[in-house]
């Protein structure tokens, strides 16, 4: 089945300055690859997703990459701000579409003021 | 927007109860998930339902049942809980396709095995 490994598993960073975080796949047949973020005592909400047909998808200080020859994908948040203090998780879909989503084990983001 | 309700945010059983833990989506979504959510774990994939009465295991489905009688509806049952089942458990709905379309959470209820 599919594998998704996201690091860090921490990241802090200065408030106003960029925050990237990291995600691989094994299943070369994946096509879809959603960004959740997770506030304390709250599910996790969708942020942005990509689809394998494209390379970049941009919305507003949210960004993600995809490159699928090296099965890795990537979210940028650029001018960071305290509310994007939270847990992120990124998610790989097999091929299929018979199994759901495929979680990497998150990213805490702190943005340090 | 998409509401998903799950009945309660906390919960604490005996070990050996059966334990049911309830989820309503209110946007028509053909396909409904549970995961669970443990700390360094991420969210694993326990069942999942593409339609009423349908049911397909995912990747952590032992010690675990599900019920789909409704559209909107879909329910975890532990059928005699263990205190590794302690977690935190999340209810998700999508709209219809084999599942390449997002997923929307609900708030998680949070149960505790003792």
């Known amino acids: 089945g599919e594998n998704v490994e996201q690091h860090p598993s921490t990241l802090s960073v200065q408030e106003g300055d960029s925050a990237v975080i990291k995600c691989t796949y094994s299943?070369?047949?994946?096509?879809?690859f959603p960004w959740y973020k997770q506030e304390l005592g709250k599910g996790p909400q969708l942020i942005i997703d990509i689809r394998s047909n494209v390379g970049e998808k941009k919305d507003q200080r949210i960004a993600v990459t995809l490159n699928k020859t090296a099965k890795h994908f990537s979210l940028h948040i650029t001018e960071t701000q305290p509310e994007d203090s939270a847990v992120y998780f990124c998610?790989?879909?097999?091929?299929?579409?018979?199994?759901?989503?495929?979680f990497g084990k998150g990213t805490h983001l702190i943005i340090q003021p | 927007d998409v509401k998903v309700t799950q009945s309660s945010r906390y919960l604490v059983k005996r070990t050996g109860e059966k334990v049911f833990l309830e989820c309503v989506q209110d946007?028509?979504?053909?396909?409904m998930f549970w995961y669970r959510q443990d700390p360094g774990l991420g969210l694993r994939l326990i069942y999942f339902s593409y339609d009423v009465k349908m049911k397909e295991k995912g990747d952590i489905p032992e010690g675990y049942s599900v019920s789909r009688e409704k559209k909107e509806r879909f329910s975890l049952i532990l059928e005699s809980a263990s205190t590794n089942q302690t977690s935190m458990y999340l209810c998700a709905s999508s709209y219809t396709g084999r599942g390449n379309q997002p997923q929307h959470f609900g708030d998680g209820t949070r149960l505790s095995i003792l």
């Open positions: 946007m028509d979504h053909e396909n």
């Open positions: 998610a790989a879909l097999e091929g299929g579409g018979a199994d759901g989503l495929t």
């Open positions: 299943d070369s047949a994946s096509n879809y």
